[in-house]
C-alpha cells in the first residue's frame, strides 16, 4: 500500500529493498526548474542491520503505485538511531541533479581567444610572432637569411587537455599588397610534435579565409599550427613584405552526438550541441540518451572553451548565462531534458476557492526610484531614475532601491539612465512572485488530465485564477502522508531573504548595497539645454587641401593646410585621410571603406595602417588624399600625394645632440634585437665587442690611415703598421705572400714559395742565392742559422757567438746522415744516428781538442755516458780521485764537495761547471733522490740544475753527483783491506 499514493525503494549495494511500509512520518520531495529532481528527506523505521553500509552511494527510487518513475535520488549521511522510539535511519536526501556535480572534464568547443595560441617552437629564432590588436602577426624581418623551410609561426595546444582532437580551424589570412616572393602559408596538423598533414597555400595580398578540418588536418590531429614558411631557396629577405597577418582565428574542438558518433565540428556551437556531445561523451551521468529532451536554441554559445577543466554543473551555468530562458533537469526514470521555459501558454490551473494561494512580500514593496554613478571623462557622475506606480496615492511612501555603478570609465548619461530602469524592473518583477498549497487534483492542458499534486512539475507555467496572471512555477515541494500528498508551488522570483541577498552578493548575482565610498558634490539642476546655433553653412567646402606627408616611424605623418571657407561659415571642417598604393588610382569618394584610413580636425593625422588593417611597410611608396567635409557635404578630393614610412631612424632625421638621455650612453646601450640592415651606425665604439660573425669590407684597430692593423676585404690583405705610419707587417691572402720590416729597418722577412727568409738588408740581395736551398734564415753579419729544407739545421759562427751554446771558429750542425756534429778548429764531436749509440769500433761520443786530449769510450753498453775534461782540468780529477779520505769522511757529502769546488750559493760561477763536461742524459725516468733546495742550500751549487728564468734550483743532477762519492768508497776500501790483512 502507498504512502500517499508513493512507493519507496532502497538499493544498497546488495539490499534492493522496498521499504514503503516502514517510512515514517511525512516524507518531503522537492524539484526545482533549473535541476529537476533536488532534495528530499525521509525517515525508515527499521533495524539498523537492514543497511549495514547506507550511505551516499545508496539510491532512492520513488514511483508511484503505478510503478511510474516520479524522483530518483542519493542518500546523504544518514542518521541511524536507536532510542526509545525504536531503530531507525533519517536522512536528507540529494536528487539526480547532484549527478552534474560529479565530473570534471577539459573541453573546447569553441575558442576565440587570441591567447590561446603560442609561438611555435619549430620558428626560426629571427622570426617575428607577434600578438597584434585583433590577430597575430608571422613575419620574417628585412637583412636575414633564411634557408628552405625557415618558419614563422604559432600552434594551438590546448587541445591536448582534452579528450579532443582538433574539430576545424577557421582564419583570414591578409598578406602584403606586394608579397616578397619565395613564401608562402603553411597549416599543419599534429598529433603531439609528430606532423600529420601539411597544407601550403600563396599569400594572398587581401583578406582570405581559410577553413580546414580532420581530412585536411588528420583525424587524429590534436595540435594545429599556422607558419608564415620560406618555400623558395636560401635567401636574405630584400624587403618588409615577408609577412601575414592572421585575424577571425577560431578552433572548433571535436564533438559527438548524443549517441557518441562524431559530428562535423563548427566553429560557432549552440547549447544543443554542447548538450548532445555530454550525452554522448557520458558526462551527464547514466542519462538514457533516447529519452533525453534536447532542445535548441538560436543564441551562438561564444568562448565555449574550458582547457584546464570544468565542472558540468557549472558548464551548464555557463550555458544559461548565454541564454537565461533556457532550463536544465534531471528527472525520474535516467530522463534528462534541456529546454525553454513556456512563454504564453499555461500548463496548469490554480483557483482560489480550491487552492491556498499567497502573494509574500508585502513587506518587500518594489522600489521605483534609484540613484545611478557612472563615470565619463574623468569625472563622476548620477542621476535618479524613477518609475511611476499609477497604483500609489498621492503622498504614498516612495521606496528607494539601493544605488548602482555603471561598469567602465567611459559610460553616458542614456546608458546609467536604462541600467537604472532595467534594475528597478528586475527588483520589481522578483516582487511578483506567489504561492500555492495543492492537495486536489489539477488539470494538466498538456496531457489533457487531472494529475496527483506530485506529478507537478516545475520549469511550466501556471494560470492563477483569483488574479489572472501566468506566473512561472520554479519549484515544488511534495509532502506525503498517508492520507495524501500535498504539493507547494513556488511560482514567480520570491523575494530574497537577508541570508539569501548577502550570498547572492558575494556570487556576484546583486551589487554590493550603497553608494561609493567617495565625495559626491551637491547635486545642482542641470541648464536647460540650448539648441545648437546655426552652422550657416550654405554649400560645402570649397576645396580640399594638396597634404604634406613626412615619413616617421612605422608611420607617415599627413599634414593638411587649413582652408579659408568663406564669409559665411561657421561650422566645423573636417578631413578624411585616403590612402592608395598607386598613383593613377582612382579619386577617393566620402567614406569609402576600401581608401578610407582616418580623419582629422586639427590638421594633422599619423598614418600607420592601410585601409586593410595592415601596417605601413617600410620603404613603400604610398598616395594620400584628403577630403573636405562640412554639416552640408563634401568637397572635390585632393590629388595624390607620395609619402613613405621608416622602420629605422636615420641621420636627417635626427640633428646632433637631439638625443639626451641618460639610459642610452656610452656602456648602458641594451637592446633585446639589434639585427643586420636594420641597424645603421656610422661608429660603433665599445669597451668589449662580442659577435658570432663579423662582417664588413674593412677591419681597422685604429680610426687613423695607416696606423695600427688593417684587414682590408678588397685586397684580402692584412697589414700592420708601427705608431710613426711605417709599414711593418703585410700578408697577403690570395698569394700567400708577405714581409716584415724591423723598427730599424735592418732586418727584414719574406713569405715566399712554402720559405720564410728572415735578413737584413745585405743578405737580402743574396737571399735568392740560399732562398730556394733553405726554409729559414736568422743572419747577422756573417754569422747565421739555417733551417733547410732538407731537415738540416746549421749555425754558422766564425767568431765566438755569446749565448747558452758557444760555438768557436766552427759549424755546429743538426742534419739527417750524422743526426748531431760540431766541427771546431781542432776536432769534432759527432753521434751518428746509424749506430744509435752502440759499440762498432768507433767510440760513440769524441772530443778531439789536441794531441794531449783523453777519450773515454764505452764500448760494452748501448746506453751510456761518455765525458771529457779538457786537459788544464786533469789535475783536479786527479786530486779528486787521491784526495784524503778523513777530511771528506768528516763532514756531509754536498759540504765537502762545496768546500772542495770552492762553490758557495752566493758565487755559482766558481762550481766547476764552465761548460767543459758533456753529459748525455737517459729517456725520462721517475726515480726517489735528493731535493735540490736543500743541496743548494748546502752549498753544493755545482750538483744542481737551475730554472733558466727564474734562477731557482729545480733538480739535482745525479750524473755529477757521484763523483763525490769517491773518496768515501776509498776510504771504506782502505779500510776493509786493513781489516782483512789484520
Given at each position: 500500500m502507498g504512502h500517499g499514493g508513493l512507493s519507496y525503494r532502497v538499493v544498497d549495494g546488495t539490499v534492493d529493498l522496498d521499504v514503503t511500509d516502514h517510512v515514517q512520518g511525512s516524507p518531503s520531495l522537492t524539484w526545482e526548474a533549473v535541476g529537476g529532481c533536488a532534495t528530499g528527506r525521509v525517515t525508515i523505521t527499521l533495524p539498523l542491520d537492514t543497511f549495514p553500509t547506507l550511505g551516499d552511494s545508496s539510491r532512492m527510487y520513488v514511483t508511484s503505485t503505478r510503478g511510474e518513475p516520479v524522483w530518483e535520488g542519493f542518500f546523504g549521511l544518514p542518521d541511524a538511531r536507536s532510542d526509545g522510539e525504536g531503530e531507525r535511519f533519517e536522512s536528507e536526501l540529494v536528487g539526480t541533479m547532484a549527478l552534474a556535480a560529479?565530473?570534471?572534464?577539459?573541453?573546447?568547443?569553441?575558442?576565440?581567444?587570441?591567447?590561446?595560441?603560442?609561438?611555435?617552437?619549430?620558428?626560426?629564432?629571427?622570426?617575428?610572432?607577434?600578438?597584434?590588436?585583433?590577430?597575430w602577426q608571422l613575419a620574417h624581418p628585412q637583412g636575414y637569411v633564411l634557408g628552405t623551410g625557415a618558419a614563422a609561426g604559432m600552434e594551438y595546444r590546448l587541445l591536448q587537455h582534452a579528450a579532443q582532437n582538433v574539430g576545424s580551424v577557421t582564419f583570414t589570412a591578409t598578406g602584403p599588397v606586394t608579397p616578397e616572393p619565395g613564401f608562402a602559408l603553411r597549416v599543419q596538423g599534429l598529433a603531439g610534435n609528430t606532423v600529420l598533414t601539411t597544407i601550403d597555400q600563396p599569400l594572398a595580398t587581401?583578406?582570405?579565409?581559410?577553413?580546414?578540418?580532420?581530412?585536411?588536418l588528420g583525424a587524429n590531429a590534436d595540435v594545429v599550427r599556422i607558419s608564415l614558411v620560406r618555400t623558395g631557396g636560401a635567401t636574405n629577405v630584400l624587403t618588409g613584405n615577408a609577412l601575414v597577418q592572421i585575424t577571425g582565428l577560431t578552433v572548433a574542438g571535436s564533438r559527438v552526438d548524443r549517441y557518441g558518433t562524431p559530428v562535423t565540428a563548427t566553429p560557432v556551437v549552440t547549447s544543443a550541441q554542447i548538450i548532445d556531445d555530454l550525452l554522448g561523451r557520458g558526462l551527464l551521468g547514466p542519462i538514457d540518451p533516447a529519452l533525453a529532451i534536447v532542445e535548441d536554441s538560436s543564441i551562438p554559445i561564444e568562448d565555449a572553451a574550458w582547457p584546464t577543466g570544468i565542472r558540468i554543473d557549472q558548464l551548464l551555468q555557463r550555458l544559461r548565462d548565454a541564454d537565461t530562458n533556457m532550463l536544465w533537469s534531471y528527472d525520474a526514470g535516467g530522463r534528462f531534458s534541456w529546454r525553454a521555459w513556456p512563454t504564453n501558454e499555461p500548463r496548469y490551473d490554480l483557483i482560489d476557492d480550491l487552492d491556498d494561494l499567497a502573494w509574500p512580500g508585502s513587506s518587500d514593496t518594489p522600489p521605483s526610484r534609484i540613484t545611478v554613478f557612472w563615470r565619463q571623462d574623468g569625472g563622476l557622475h548620477r542621476l535618479q531614475v524613477t518609475i511611476d506606480d499609477p497604483s500609489a496615492d498621492e503622498g504614498a511612501r516612495v521606496r528607494v532601491a539601493d544605488p548602482i555603478t555603471v561598469p567602465g570609465d567611459d559610460a553616458t548619461e542614456e546608458e546609467a539612465y536604462e541600467a537604472g530602469r532595467d534594475e528597478l524592473e528586475r527588483l520589481r518583477a522578483r516582487a511578483r512572485s506567489a504561492t500555492a498549497e495543492v492537495s486536489r487534483l489539477v488539470f494538466d492542458r498538456v496531457t489533457g488530465l487531472e494529475v496527483e499534486p506530485w506529478e507537478i512539475r516545475p520549469g511550466y507555467l501556471a494560470h492563477v485564477d483569483v488574479t489572472g496572471e501566468v506566473l512561472q512555477i520554479t519549484t515544488v515541494t511534495a509532502s506525503a502522508a498517508p492520507d495524501g500528498v500535498t504539493a507547494t508551488l513556488t511560482m514567480g522570483q520570491p523575494p530574497m531573504s537577508d541570508a539569501e541577498r548577502v550570498l547572492a552578493i558575494f556570487r556576484g548575482d546583486l551589487p554590493a548595497p550603497g553608494a561609493p565610498i567617495i565625495e559626491i558634490p551637491e547635486e545642482t539642476p542641470e541648464p536647460p539645454p540650448t539648441e545648437a546655433p546655426e552652422t550657416g553653412d550654405t554649400s560645402p567646402p570649397p576645396y580640399s587641401p594638396l597634404p604634406t606627408v613626412e615619413a616617421s616611424i612605422e608611420a607617415a605623418l599627413v599634414t593638411v593646410p587649413g582652408i579659408d571657407p568663406g564669409p559665411g561659415y561657421r561650422g566645423p571642417i573636417m578631413f578624411e585621410i585616403h590612402l592608395a598604393t598607386s598613383a593613377s588610382a582612382p579619386a577617393p569618394t566620402p567614406g569609402n571603406p576600401a581608401t578610407l584610413i582616418g580623419e582629422t580636425q586639427t590638421g594633422t593625422f599619423f598614418a600607420t595602417k592601410r585601409p586593410d588593417g595592415l601596417p605601413l611597410a617600410s620603404g613603400v611608396t604610398y598616395y594620400f588624399a584628403t577630403i573636405a567635409i562640412n554639416a552640408v557635404g563634401a568637397a572635390i578630393p585632393s590629388g595624390w600625394v607620395a609619402g613613405t614610412a621608416r622602420a629605422k631612424i636615420t641621420g636627417t632625421m635626427i640633428g646632433p645632440n637631439e638625443i639626451q638621455t641618460g639610459n642610452l650612453a656610452t656602456n648602458y646601450l641594451t637592446t633585446a634585437a639589434l639585427l643586420a640592415n636594420d641597424a645603421w651606425i656610422g661608429a660603433l665604439r665599445a669597451v668589449d665587442l662580442t659577435a658570432e660573425t663579423i662582417t664588413g669590407?674593412?677591419?681597422?684597430?685604429?680610426?687613423?690611415?695607416?696606423?695600427?692593423?688593417?684587414?682590408?676585404?678588397?685586397?684580402?690583405?692584412?697589414?700592420?703598421?708601427?705608431?710613426?705610419?711605417?709599414?711593418?707587417?703585410?700578408?697577403?691572402?690570395?698569394?700567400?705572400?708577405?714581409?716584415?720590416?724591423?723598427?730599424?729597418?735592418?732586418?727584414?722577412?719574406?713569405?715566399?714559395?712554402?720559405?720564410?727568409?728572415?735578413?737584413?738588408?745585405?743578405?737580402?740581395?743574396?737571399?735568392?742565392?740560399?732562398?730556394?736551398?733553405?726554409g729559414i734564415r736568422l743572419a747577422s753579419g756573417s754569422s747565421s742559422i739555417d733551417i733547410e729544407q732538407s731537415g738540416r739545421v746549421q749555425i754558422n759562427a766564425p767568431a765566438l757567438v755569446q749565448g747558452n751554446l758557444d760555438v768557436l771558429a766552427g759549424v755546429l750542425k743538426v742534419q739527417g746522415s750524422n743526426g748531431f756534429a760540431i766541427d771546431t778548429a781542432g776536432g769534432y764531436l759527432r753521434s751518428p744516428r746509424?749506430?744509435?749509440?752502440?759499440?762498432?769500433?768507433?767510440?760513440?761520443?769524441r772530443i778531439n781538442t789536441d794531441a794531449s786530449s783523453a777519450v773515454f769510450a764505452n764500448t760494452e753498453s748501448r746506453r751510456a755516458i761518455k765525458v771529457a775534461i779538457e786537459p788544464a782540468r786533469n789535475d783536479q780529477l786527479q786530486a779528486l780521485l787521491d784526495l784524503d779520505v778523513q777530511t771528506w769522511f768528516d763532514r756531509a757529502p754536498a759540504e765537502a764537495l762545496a768546500a772542495y769546488f770552492g762553490g758557495g750559493p752566493d758565487d755559482p760561477s766558481d762550481c766547476a761547471g764552465d761548460g767543459s763536461a758533456i753529459e748525455v742524459f737517459e729517456p725520462l725516468r721517475r726515480w726517489p733522490g735528493l731535493i735540490a733546495e736543500e743541496v743548494y742550500d748546502a752549498g753544493a751549487t755545482l750538483f744542481v740544475d737551475y730554472d733558466n728564468r727564474e734562477g731557482t734550483p729545480r733538480s739535482v743532477l745525479y750524473d755529477r753527483i757521484g763523483v763525490a762519492w769517491i773518496p768515501f768508497v776509498r776510504d771504506l776500501i782502505t779500510r776493509v783491506e786493513a781489516l782483512e790483512a789484520s
Open positions: 560529479d565530473a570534471v572534464e577539459a573541453l573546447v568547443y569553441s575558442d576565440a581567444d587570441l591567447g590561446s595560441w603560442q609561438r611555435s617552437a619549430a620558428s626560426v629564432q629571427s622570426a617575428r610572432v607577434d600578438q597584434v590588436e585583433d590577430g587581401g583578406p582570405t579565409t581559410y577553413s580546414y578540418g580532420p581530412p585536411e669590407p674593412k677591419i681597422q684597430t685604429m680610426s687613423q690611415a695607416n696606423r695600427g692593423i688593417k684587414l682590408d676585404g678588397w685586397t684580402n690583405t692584412l697589414r700592420a703598421w708601427d705608431a710613426f705610419g711605417n709599414l711593418r707587417f703585410e700578408v697577403n691572402g690570395n698569394t700567400g705572400l708577405g714581409t716584415f720590416t724591423s723598427a730599424s729597418g735592418g732586418a727584414s722577412a719574406a713569405l715566399s714559395a712554402g720559405s720564410l727568409v728572415f735578413s737584413n738588408s745585405t743578405y737580402g740581395t743574396s737571399g735568392a742565392v740560399v732562398g730556394s736551398s733553405v746509424t749506430t744509435n749509440f752502440a759499440s762498432g769500433g768507433s767510440p760513440n761520443v
